[in-house]
């Protein structure tokens, strides 16, 4: 099932709304500051929600939108210490006094990180844990519980450990707990983050199926906006001081106000991005569209621009196809020599009980490349890179980084060798303030104290963290917490970088600033690898691309040919590039028809 469909017909919400009925929940003036906290995030935010609505909630990173979330189950302030201001209200009760138990029958819950919510031995007993605790009968409870596994894709492995899943099986397997619950409220927090493009279909076709019944509501915190927009009727933003800015009907919001959005620092969907500028250059696209589709089916209709000149690429004077195709990097990136590989794999194999997570894998990485990992879910992407940064047991098989065995490395060695982003921040945090992160890998490398605090200051404000220096890291935003791991990672100035889904709770302005930085490093030499389901981000960075299916590399190649290889993303699991997707076989304009990068869109910087 495509999820780039256009936005669902809003008449039957706005049919509600006109009705009378009381909204399902109501949010007025919302502001929460957690203890030790120096400012409220959010800090008036206001939005209401009546059944049969599938409102997106968006902002930039630190605007407070989980920790809203968070508020509408009462977890806020009942089980993490908040002052709360102004009010939050489900099904007509006091969320911040109901009980949460109570509220857990009126608000289903996916959290940003779904290990914060899994807590038993098999799929199938996560799944059933929470209509055991409403004491629904035990039939039902299993009938539940196998309904939403089908849903999610997850049923024929009921009975293994959650622990043995992906980070995209566990996003799955809490989205299918939520859904078991049959709440009246369903909140997702980022909920296709961690997800190949299969599982996003597949994530989204439930909710779709979910709203369709008419009789409970949605809330979505999504960043991925290609994925959710045939989904939602209604949108609202928070600003950067985490106050309600707009609230209002897809089309309103999106289409009529999308350059404003833009500026935010809010993600758009790429069609709406690449119309941006498209628009700049001089093509005719009214309405804004929001998909691939929309996009495609404008650019058919549209004259050229008067100009000729904006019809040429914007980085260089000869096609992006002949560029792409002979491997070349973007005309901003330096040439490069060849080089002997800085990172070695021969015969790679991991396996995990019973099950091989990586079988047989060789893979070499040339210096100063910018190198994507990507594949379906379970594929082996985290497993291989943890593996090349010696963050886990050595595996078999032989791994070498600039002349080192990172298995079997010290951590001092290995620090000076390669920096490793979890996907998860937490899991690398090991300091009690923002500062302290950061100086750490400082310190470790005996440099004077003067020189710690003049580099720490520099990273803290390079990833907009200065406000945050005394903060402890677990208190950031998802965003925060991501760019402080970045952060940490990069202070050793180690020749290779490896990142597992960097982008993950960045909000549009963040994320462009987090990848024009890892960009900058590589120009400088930094290799770097990265972990990613977003494939626009593998297409607008990586020159070259290892393609993960079943444990095993498939291919590993220039991006642009990986990308163009149909039968190669089918076998994968994986979809082409959104972008890929709405310029291929626009036939009225061919120049923009073998344009796979925004940054190769004429119109200036999006």
Same mark, same amino acid.
């Given at each position: ?199 996003? *279909? ?223 921040? *937490? ?180």
């Amino acid at each position: 099932m495509p999820v780039t469909s256009a936005p669902r017909d809003e008449s039957a919400v706005s049919d509600t709304a006109a009705s009378g009925v009381p909204p399902l929940l109501r949010v007025q003036g919302l502001g929460v500051r957690y203890e030790g906290a120096l400012a409220s995030a959010p800090t008036t935010a206001t939005l209401s929600i009546r059944r049969g609505e599938v409102v997106l909630l968006l902002g930039p990173s630190g605007s407070g939108k989980s920790t809203l979330a968070l508020t509408l189950n009462g977890l806020i302030p009942q089980a993490i210490a908040a002052t709360v201001d102004g009010s939050v209200e489900v099904a007509g009760q006091d969320a911040a006094t109901t009980p949460v138990a109570r509220l857990a029958t009126h608000v289903g819950m996916v959290f940003q990180d779904p290990d914060a919510q899994l807590v038993t031995g098999t799929l199938l007993d996560e799944v059933a844990f929470g209509p055991e605790n409403l004491r629904v009968p035990a039939p039902e409870v299993l009938a539940r519980a196998e309904a939403a596994l089908r849903r999610v894709g997850l049923w024929e492995r009921r009975a293994e450990n959650p622990d043995h899943l992906s980070g995209g099986g566990r996003q799955r397997l809490a989205i299918a707990c939520a859904l078991a619950l049959r709440s009246d409220l369903l909140v997702l927090d980022e909920p296709t983050a961690n997800l190949d493009p299969q599982g996003i *279909e597949e994530v989204y076709r439930a909710l779709g199926e979910v709203a369709a019944t008419g009789d409970r509501a949605i809330l979505l915190i999504e960043h991925n906006l290609d994925a959710a927009i045939g989904l939602v009727d209604r949108v609202v933003v928070l600003d950067h001081a985490g106050c309600t800015a707009v609230d209002g009907p897809v089309d309103e919001v999106l289409r009529g106000r999308a350059a404003e959005l833009h500026e935010m620092g809010v993600w758009l969907p790429t069609a709406t991005m690449a119309a941006l500028r498209l628009r700049r250059a001089g093509y005719v696209l009214d309405p804004l569209p929001l998909t691939p589709g929309e996009l495609h089916a404008a650019l058919q209709a549209a004259p050229a621009p008067a100009e000729a000149s904006a019809l040429a690429p914007a980085s260089a004077p000869v096609s992006v196809s002949a560029s792409a195709a002979a491997g070349t990097r973007p005309a901003s990136a330096p040439a490069r020599p060849s080089t002997a590989p800085i990172v070695q794999v021969r015969g790679l194999t991991v396996t995990r009980g019973r099950r091989e997570v990586l079988r047989d894998v060789h893979l070499d990485v040339r210096a100063g490349e910018f190198v994507a990992v990507v594949g379906a879910n379970g594929a082996g992407k985290t497993t291989l890179v943890q593996a090349i940064a010696g963050v886990m047991r050595p595996p078999r098989g032989h791994i070498d980084v600039g002349g080192i065995d990172p298995g079997r490395a010290d951590g001092r060695t290995l620090h000076r060798r390669i920096g490793f982003v979890f996907q998860n921040p *937490e899991h690398q945090f090991i300091a009690a303030t923002v500062y302290d992160e950061l100086a750490h890998g400082l310190r470790l490398q005996k440099l004077p104290e003067p020189q710690v605090r003049e580099r720490t200051h520099e990273l803290l404000e390079r990833f907009g963290l200065t406000a945050k220096a005394d903060v402890h890291p677990f208190l950031l935003s998802g965003g925060q917490k991501r760019r402080l791991s970045v952060g940490t990672a990069l202070v050793a100035g180690a020749p290779v970088l490896a990142l597992d889904e960097p982008t993950f709770g960045q909000d549009r302005a963040r994320a462009d600033e987090l990848l024009t930085l890892l960009q900058d490093l590589n120009h400088q030499g930094t290799t770097i690898l990265v972990v990613t389901h977003d494939m626009q981000l593998v297409t607008e960075y990586a020159d070259r691309t290892v393609v993960l299916g079943d444990g095993r590399v498939l291919a590993a190649g220039a991006t642009a040919e990986v990308f163009a290889d149909d039968d190669l993303l089918q076998r994968a699991g994986l979809r082409p590039p959104p972008l890929r997707e709405a310029l291929r076989g626009v036939t009225r304009h061919p120049l923009l028809e073998s344009v796979v990068r925004l940054g190769d869109l004429p119109g200036g910087r999006a």
